[in-house]
């Protein structure tokens, strides 16, 4: 039984896919708490060969595109009828430091993410961040395979 589940949403359009999965994990396990999770990739400002958060520099840096992931997220939500017991946006300097980083500091049981396939150059470049976190994420996985980008 999970006690504690996060749903993982990159809030593109195949998100109402990996909301129906963790709403099933939850209607059977109806005492698990949920908790919801968007990360936005902080903006990076390049000096000389360092790379900043922009975040350092201007708090607001990053506030504009946190707003309307929050109304995005707000809207997967309630078309999926989920009620979270923590939704968060934050931001972070990728999605996979974004995700360990949670999981390490809310005793995550469960993990539900999507991963698009993708092939040839695409592939090798970005790789998928449902495959990156496996290393360094201690709880369950329930990976939902999406199409591909």
Known sequence: MYQHVLLVTDLR???DLVATKAKWILDTTP???????????????????????????HEEADNERCAVARGRLAQVMARNNL??????????????????????NHAIDLVVIGRHKRTGLSAWLAGATADSILPDVDSDLLVVQLAAE
């Not at 923590?86 to 995700?99: D, F, L, Q």
């Open 13 to 15: 359009d195949d998100t």
């Open 83 to 104: 009620h979270a017991d923590h939704v968060k946006i934050n931001t972070a300097i990728s999605g996979r430091k974004g995700i360990v980083d949670y999981c390490k």
């Open 31 to 57: 005492n698990a708490e949920l908790s919801v999770l968007h990360v936005v990739e902080e903006t990076m400002i390049g000096f000389g060969y360092e790379l900043i958060p922009a975040s350092v520099l």
